[in-house]
């Protein structure tokens, strides 16, 4: 069984930055393009980043610019570098595969506010 635990959010101000890291157990990085999505309040989750098991990424028109995907595959983890936050990008973020596959795991909060 996958098992993939997000963590390193928080509450970050307007402009700010705030880094996310995805762990997985199981041999899935070498195979699998990965993604975060996210789920605001009362919203559908969406997924904003991508990228392949050998690099190629792609973005959100939403992040676009602000968000940055990178992978290690030898540790089997999944990083998000966000910068310029603005308090839209408020939500849960979540890792998972490229379409998703049932390896939610619990996610981590990002709160952007004043």
């Known amino acids: 069984q996958v098992q993939l635990v997000e963590s390193g959010g928080g509450l970050v101000q307007p402009g700010g930055s705030l880094r996310l890291s995805c762990a997985a157990s199981?041999?899935?990085?070498?195979?699998?393009?990965m993604g975060w999505y996210r789920q605001a309040p009362g919203k559908q989750r969406e997924l904003v980043i991508s990228?392949?098991?050998?690099?190629?990424?792609n973005y959100a028109d939403s992040v676009q610019d602000r968000f940055t995907i990178s992978r290690d595959n030898a540790k089997n983890m999944l990083y998000l570098q966000m910068n310029s936050l603005k308090p839209e990008d408020t939500a849960v973020y979540y890792c998972n595969t490229v379409p998703s596959k049932n390896y939610w795991g619990q996610g981590t909060q990002v709160t952007v506010s004043s």
């Open positions: 990228i392949t098991n050998v690099g190629s990424t």
């Open positions: 199981g041999s899935i990085f070498n195979i699998y393009t």
